[in-house]
């Protein structure tokens, strides 16, 4: 795919995978609009492009900061997912309410990002969803957060 003109959502930006995903595509030519949690740590990624905040566990705001950024850039043609919580420690300690976010974030929050992008790409459109190891292979003391990085990358 040509990057150079490309108009590129980058949710996670604000994280260090992110934004090193969103340095490298800017350096390539992409037209970009970084989305992630902390509105400092997004402006700190040093670009100048349009910048979303967003809070994964608000399913709805995930799915409007796509329509938000396809609007700013007048299209969209890729999307890049790379955002997402861990967790260690026994399943039986993890209790429901840390389950439910771990879920939230790492599979729900991207599948609906996912969702709200593919009417909206066009051409030869691409979405990057980042994954995690843990999710082919499992490791003890970390059954939920692979849980939900499997349920991402099935």
Known sequence: MELDGARVLVAGASGVLG???????????????LAGRDAGRL????????????D???????AA?????????????VLVVAFGIAAFGPAEQAGDLVTEQLLTVNTMAPMAMVRAAVPRLEG????????????DHPTAGMAAYTASKAGLSA
């Open 19 to 33: 934004a090193a995903i969103a340095r490298a595509l800017d350096a390539r030519g992409a037209r970009l609009v």
């Open 43 to 54: 402006d700190a990624v040093g670009l100048d492009a349009p910048t979303l905040v967003f």
């Open 56 to 62: 994964a566990l608000d399913l709805d705001r995930c």
């Open 65 to 77: 900061v796509v329509d938000e950024a396809a609007e700013l850039l007048g299209g969209l043609d």
């Open 124 to 135: 030869d459109g691409t979405v990057a969803v980042l994954s995690a190891i843990l999710a």
